[in-house]
């Protein structure tokens, strides 16, 4: 009998031991089951501030799902991926840059990711040197305005900005368009639009407002005791910001166009010159070098009537704190490498060993 009882024991342990496996797997698969509806659901804390997902064309899912948990834009890459491949949504992200913000659920960030809902907010990437014009052709293209008209006729005549006391007069002859009094001023930055809100006076708005904030207010001091005014420094910073390269000593080049400026001496900065042609990229001929436009700095001595690009803060603080050399000329070679000279002769000498 208790040999039939120890015979009975011994065949329930397997048993009872296939019963504690299948719960437990149990268990497990319906706490993942748990965990992965809630977080599906879960919306990530995180303020109004889009991020920007840039999605390289050939990009993993993986990939994709690193940089919104790096970002803390998902819960968790698990959940991300498994959603993705179950709705068949891995096969569907786009290639491009997405702005998204914190407080979204996984399904509505990948209906952003997959084209399915546009997002409400955009960057706009406004570079170091743009002109006016080269802004208002971007602002069309990336379908902010329907014509870089639009941003002129605002700039001219349809929008107010006399609360930024700082602008140079609306109103001068010697302009090269009439929207130039502006040009210089419109910092570059990257700036979080409400696309369904967009106006081309608010943007520009918010582009001097920047301005203000960094060079008029964050330079006070330097401005202060600078011996030129704002307006010829915004000049000389947009000079600065086209004639010279991010790997360039910039306070240098600034210091050698000051010392022209102050000694009499003809910028011969042909920055100026592109300003005014219908394609900056084209040839100077020899009879725009020898005209009496304003902006010509070959004939022309001083500074030209408005600045000739919207210059960044480092080509702002080169203008504002030039440094003090021998040089008087300088010239990029083939390969971009800036070559200073202190004469005229040592300036030709380059120009035939770096320039031919």
Known sequence: ?????????????????????????????????????????????????PFIIDVEKGSSIGQVAKQLEEKKLIPAIDAFLRYAREHGDDQKIQAGTFSVTGGLTIPEVLDIMTGRTKPT????????????????????????????EDMYTCIESSCDFSAFTFLPPKKNAQYAFPYSYMEGYLFPDTYFIEIDTFTIEGFLTQMLKNFDTKVVKGMKKEIAASSYTLEDLVIMGSIVE?????????????????????NGVQLAADATNRYIKENPLDPIYQVELVSSNPYNGRKVKGLPPSAISNPGLASMKAAIQPTASDWWYYLHDNNGVIRFARTENEHERNKSLYLR
Request: hydrophobic share 40%; charged share 25%.
């Open 1 to 49: 009998m208790r040999h039939s009882r120890s015979r009975s024991f011994k065949t329930l342990i397997p048993l009872l031991l296939l019963v504690l496996v299948v719960s437990t797997l149990a268990g497990f698969f319906w706490y993942q089951e748990m965990r992965y509806g809630s977080l599906i659901q879960e919306k990530m804390p995180g303020g109004s501030t």
């Open 121 to 148: 907010r955009s960057r706009v990437v406004i570079r170091e040197g743009l002109t006016i014009r080269e802004i208002a052709a971007q602002l069309t293209k990336e379908g902010l305005i329907s014509a870089p």
């Open 242 to 262: 086209k004639e010279s390269r991010p790997r360039d000593d910039q306070s240098i080049v600034a210091g050698i166009l000051w010392k022209r400026y102050e």
